[in-house]
């Protein structure tokens, strides 16, 4: 589903990521860990093709198709969604008016809106005056109309209480568990565990990646020892 080999990625000037590789089958999950300021939106934001990130080397497939310069709608249509960790605000824009533009399915949008509880918010302006859960819940609402084969979620339980977390990763289990779609999910806290187990984990340090094994097994090692224990690793 997803391959990349040893990519690079500057932003501005600075060398931000560093000789990344992983790969996620077909109805596979991976969670990636680490540190703020270590590269983790970078890498999703290089995956999904915001132009401020220069890919200066390697390669990035999805399904075999070579995306590294394909534009950011292009790969949208193929199939990669993403949830941003801070999605910009919209004026003007309701967010009924956006769900109709993405799904012409109006009994999906329904359906959707009330699982995730954004239905009360529909004629409000894109995250303008939202609450942290609201922004993230109006954000899952808008990939899921998508249907993305490959889902990419920065930090989604970031700036949540734990309600919404519930609801958040609810909804986000079934959607993975029903369409047999792929994941890669971003987690500062690992609260997503509880309701996303994940195959595969990773931690990224200072642009590079210094672990891959299980997520839970990741994640009781950082709570254990710190991110320190997981630059000792350097796994290769
Ligand atoms: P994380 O998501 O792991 O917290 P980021 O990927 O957002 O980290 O950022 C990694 C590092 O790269 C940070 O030091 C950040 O300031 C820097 N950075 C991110 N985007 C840019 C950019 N467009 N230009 C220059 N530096 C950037
Ligand atoms: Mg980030």
């Not at 919404?164 to 565990?193: M, P, Q, R």
Request: charged share 30%; glycine share 8%; aromatic share 6%.
């Amino acid at each position: 589903m997803l391959k990349i080999e040893n990519i690079s990625v500057k932003g501005g000037d600075s060398l931000i990521l560093k000789d990344i590789s992983l790969k996620i089958n077909k109805n596979e999950t991976m969670v990636i860990f680490g540190p703020n300021g270590s590269g983790k939106s970078t890498l999703l934001k290089s995956i999904i093709g915001i132009s401020n990130y220069k890919i200066v080397k390697g390669r990035i497939f999805f399904n075999d198709i070579d995306i590294t310069n394909l534009p950011i709608s292009e790969r949208a249509k193929i199939g990669i969604g993403i949830m941003f960790q801070n999605p910009p605000k919209i004026y003007g824009i309701k967010i009924l008016q956006l769900a109709r533009y993405i799904s012409k399915n109006e009994l999906e949008i329904k359906e959707i809106a009330e699982k995730l509880k954004v239905d009360m918010l529909l004629k409000r302006d894109l995250n303008v005056d939202l609450s942290g859960g609201e922004i993230k819940r109006v954000e899952l609402f808008q990939i899921l109309l998508q249907r993305p084969k490959l889902l990419l979620l920065d930090e989604p339980e970031s700036g949540v209480d734990i309600e919404n977390i519930s609801i958040i990763g609810k909804v986000l289990n079934e959607y993975i568990k029903k369409t047999s779609c792929s994941a890669l999910i971003i987690t500062h806290t690992g609260y997503i565990l509880d309701y996303i187990k994940g195959e595969k984990g990773c931690v990224i340090i200072d642009g590079r990646i210094t672990c891959k094994t299980d997520p839970q097994t990741v994640f009781d090692m950082i709570k254990k020892y710190g991110y320190e224990k997981c630059e000792e690793c350097k796994w290769r």
